[in-house]
């Protein structure tokens, strides 16, 4: 159980991980010492930090600097853990011995949460101790909190948020420039945004993995990374962007997790059946009046819609030692201030287990691009495709180039797999000689 402490005591603090976020939490403790202690009514006095090379300078006393993160969490003057390693192991296991040992874990990885938050969140109950991850989700942006907390009296029915600061960055410089995605991944690379391997963020995982904690989080039920549709960004074109422009809209990389109806055939939630949850990372087309079209650069936004509370947005930067060591200070506040106080952080809830949809079953709306042969009944042809599966369109556009035609063609929403089938069957149509770009259209109610 959580020990109110004595006034004059000190709380021993383990860092484990110096890197960009690492850094900054080691440098707020350090220069904001002072503040911290009277916020919390207790100082926090670093204990140690767990690095893999303890001979790089740190700027820190070499007495401070070790390889074993295990033996500096099962310190017995260690009363609170920060973990910035990343990764599954040894960050999972280092995190479970500090939990089973009753002390407060504060960590900003995204990665383990998506796939382990049940057994983490288990072993802090079991043990009394809390498990805080503000910085897990869209960096200094308060979000994790918002969800568990400020909204636990309301029903939350979607969340789409822009959560990538990288794929974001590179989508607005296409848009800025004209240029393609190869060019502006390099620009990312140049300028500290992307990693020398992006496959993280531009296959949409890093996102993925924050979209299944906030689903968890928004709809009470475990969600993990495995259970999220995940398309990436690098089939996106200038083209695309163009085409987006035209049409007043622009494309983001869209984390979504929404509420969905009970499968085809089963009962309604009104007649007793399960609704379901449906979460996915791909790109996407929004207007340009929707509040995540104007999210640009490296910045993240998420929009909550909650039945109550209507439509909340939440802004800022996503990623970066600084930003990022904001949200993993301010859960160690909140962590001390639990020991000192005796209260405790509240535990996961995921008494709802909703269903997870498949992806087929989630309604969205397509924005396709093909080139047709110009002549009588191609586009007849194009939209008996759609008229046979049930899908209206809402707009058509079509623009000559000498003997083709380039069409536009914009649905109503439709599940998922009918809108796929419709896609394939237009290749294989006689008059279309190419469907050069598909995209799902967000932000819109039809
Ligand atoms: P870095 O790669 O910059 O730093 C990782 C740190 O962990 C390094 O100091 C490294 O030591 C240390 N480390 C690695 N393995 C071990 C080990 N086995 N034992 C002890 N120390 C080890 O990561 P970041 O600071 O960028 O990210 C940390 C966490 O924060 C991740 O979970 C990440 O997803 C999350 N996060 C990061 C954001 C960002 O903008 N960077 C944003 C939001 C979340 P050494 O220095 O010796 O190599
Ligand atoms: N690579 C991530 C991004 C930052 O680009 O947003 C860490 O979550």
């Known amino acids: 159980m959580a020990v109110a402490r004595k006034r004059g005591d000190a709380l021993g603090v383990a860092v484990l991980g110096m890197g960009n976020v690492g850094a900054e939490v080691v440098r707020t403790l350090h220069e904001h010492a002072e503040e911290l202690n009277r916020r919390i009514g207790m100082a926090l006095e670093l204990r140690g930090v767990a690095v893999r090379d303890p001979h790089r300078n740190r700027g820190l006393p070499e007495r401070l600097l070790t390889t074993d993160a295990e033996a500096l969490v ?38 383990l949460l998506a796939d382990y938050t049940g057994e983490l969140a288990a072993a802090a109950e079991n043990h009394g101790a809390d498990l805080y991850f503000e910085a897990a989700v869209a960096g200094a942006i308060p979000i994790v909190r918002p969800l568990i907390q400020s909204l636990s009296g309301d029903r939350v029915n979607r969340v789409v948020g822009i959560v990538n600061g990288t794929t974001n960055f590179i989508l607005s410089a296409m848009a800025d420039t004209g240029a393609g995605y190869a060019e502006m991944l390099a620009d990312a690379q140049r300028l500290g945004y992307a990693e020398a391997d992006p496959s993280a963020d531009v296959d949409g995982l890093d996102a993925a993995a924050k979209a299944a904690i906030l689903a968890s989080l928004a709809f009470h039920t475990r969600v993990t990374a495995g259970d999220v549709h995940r398309e990436g960004m690098s089939r996106i074109t200038a083209a695309d962007l163009r085409t987006a422009a035209e049409l007043g809209c622009t494309v983001k990389m869209l984390a979504v997790c929404e509420r ?18 449906a979460v996915r990372v791909h790109p996407a087309l929004i207007p340009r009046a929707h509040p995540l079209a104007g999210v640009d650069a490296a910045f993240n936004a998420v929009v909550v819609e909650a039945e109550n509370a209507g439509r909340l947005m939440f802004y800022g930067q996503g990623a970066g030692g600084a930003p990022t060591a904001s949200a993993v200070m301010g859960d160690l506040v909140m962590a001390a201030r639990n020991k000192v106080f005796g209260g405790r952080a509240p535990g996961e809830s995921s008494y709802a287990e909703l269903p997870i949809a498949p992806f087929d079953d989630v309604l969205t709306r397509h924005h396709l691009t093909l080139n047709v042969t110009d002549r009588a009944g191609a586009l007849a042809a194009v939209a008996s495709e759609f008229a046979r599966r049930g899908v209206s369109i809402a707009t058509v556009r079509q623009r000559l180039t000498g003997t083709l035609a380039q069409l536009t063609v914009v649905t109503h929403r439709a599940r998922e797999s009918v809108l796929a089938e419709i896609a394939a069957a237009l290749c294989e149509l006689d008059s279309v000689t190419s469907v050069t770009s598909v995209l799902r259209l967000e932000g819109t109610e039809e």
């Open 74 to 111: 099962a310190r017995s003057d260690v009363d609170l853990v920060v973990e910035v390693i990343g990764g599954i192991d040894p960050a999972r296991r280092l995190i479970r011995s500090a939990l089973e040992a009753g002390k407060s874990v504060v960590t900003a990885n995204k990665a």
């Open 260 to 277: 969905v109806d009970a499968g085809p055939g089963e009962p309604t939630p009104e007649a007793g059946g399960k609704e379901r949850v």
